[in-house]
């Protein structure tokens, strides 16, 4: 799971270094092995990486996405995406539903055609807000996460 995630992140990396993201990683060796649709699987990563990338763009504090791996309880692999970009849109819209998209440019389906195939495979994708990365940084950041 971890080469994968950094093969997929390493696809969208010049757009992260043309912003001065700082990406970090945060998992602890060795992470359980999953069985997983390699391809599905990065196409889904670069849309969660390229929003959190999209949300950062004119921000006025230093760029961060932090990239989780965990194992849960019950031995499934929770991987996070945090951000400290804009923030998740306000709640009477479900970011998840398709043709949702607050970008000029956007498609809006991204996430729906992710969470249909993560759960396709018994998963769950979901967004929250959450506090800040750092004290004084953002105090709401957008986040994900894929299990
Ligand atoms: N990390 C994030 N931070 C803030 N908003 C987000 C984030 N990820 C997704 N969103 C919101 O969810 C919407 C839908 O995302 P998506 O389905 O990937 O479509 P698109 O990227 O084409 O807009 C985005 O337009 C944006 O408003
Ligand atoms: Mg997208």
């Known amino acids: 799971m971890v080469d994968l995630i950094r093969d997929a992140v390493s696809l969208v990396k010049e757009d992260a270094t043309r912003q001065s993201i700082t990406i970090e990683y945060d998992y602890q ?13 990065q196409q889904i990563i670069m849309n969660l990486v390229g929003n959190a990338i999209e949300a950062m763009q004119g921000i006025d504090r230093p760029p961060l996405l932090r990239i989780c791996i965990r194992q849960t309880a019950d031995r499934q692999v929770l991987t996070e995406f945090i951000d400290n970009g804009c923030g998740l849109p306000v709640h009477d819209i479900d970011i998840f539903d398709a043709f949702v998209t607050t970008k000029k440019n956007g498609m ?3 996430l729906a055609i992710s969470r249909s195939i993560i759960e396709a495979h018994d998963g769950q994708l979901w967004a929250e807000t ?4 750092e004290p004084n940084l953002v105090s709401y950041s957008g986040h994900q996460r894929l299990r």
Do not use: S
């Open 108 to 110: 809006g389906i991204g």
């Open 130 to 133: 959450i506090r800040t990365l």
């Open 29 to 41: 060796e060795p992470v359980l092995l999953v069985l997983v649709d390699r391809f599905q699987v």
